[in-house]
């Protein structure tokens, strides 16, 4: 869902985009092919928020395979401190719930 709006954000505002929008595709783009663009056309600012996202760091020229390998291995490093994150409190609450009344 975040991907979608996200690109949809994009492909409505990139041909007069502002800082702040280029800034924000950076940092949340999860779409490959339009991470690849935004790097290349905006390489200094890439590698200023390279210590924010460091996928931002790879070079410009990497295929957009690349780009959707990386972004698949974030995606489940993100899923991986979800669950746990979530494991303690659905033990907590797994508890509550057959405490009797």
Known sequence: MIRRLIEAHYFRHHKEATEPQVRFWLLECRTPEILAELVRHHRALARTLASER???????????????????????????????????????????RRRPS
Do not use: I, M
């Not at 070079?59 to 899923?79: F, K, Q």
């Open 54 to 96: 460091s996928l931002l760091a790879l070079a410009p020229e990497s295929t957009s395979e690349h780009w959707e390998d990386l972004l698949a291995e974030v995606e489940r490093a993100e899923r991986q401190r979800d669950r746990e994150y979530w494991r303690p409190l659905r033990s907590e609450l797994e508890q509550l």
